[in-house]
Nanobody, 123 residues
Framework: QVQLVESGGGLVQAGGSLRLACAASTGTFRSYATGWFRQAPVKEREFVAA????????SYAESVKGRFTISRDNAKNTVYLQMNSLKPEDTAVYYC????????????????WGQGTQVTVSS
């Protein structure tokens, strides 16, 4: 069982940056691949980024490629999402997830989820 806790969300102006963090409760976290997803109001949850067990390789949704970077520090049992050049359409609740399949964009590949952190980008 892995418990995940996200942090780092907040309100930022368009063009700004935020770094989200997701801390895992156990060292077994390093045996799992990780992903970030987001859910905007009245929309379905969507894939954002994923990373392998060591942090590489990585994959991104087209909408965030070149602006967002996923990374992880296994010594700290933490995965990060660096978000630059934020746009109002990036406004959503962001969730981190962990699972056995690397680089999957499918929610069903991730049995462990955090509670989410709100990111709001003002225009």
């Amino acid at each position: 069982q892995v418990q995940l806790v996200e942090s780092g969300g907040g309100l930022v102006q368009a063009g700004g940056s935020l770094r989200l963090a997701c801390a895992a409760s156990t060292g077994t976290f390093r045996s799992y691949a990780t992903g970030w997803f987001r859910q905007a109001p009245v929309k379905e949850r969507e894939f954002v980024a994923a990373a392998g067990r060591s942090g590489v390789p990585t994959s991104y949704a087209e909408s965030v490629k070149g602006r967002f970077t996923i990374s992880r520090d296994n010594a700290k049992n933490t995965v990060y999402l660096q978000m630059n050049s934020l746009k109002p359409e990036d406004t959503a609740v962001y969730y981190c997830a962990a699972g056995p399949i690397a680089l999957s964009s499918a929610e069903r590949s991730y049995p462990y989820w955090g509670q989410g952190t709100q990111v709001t980008v003002s225009s």
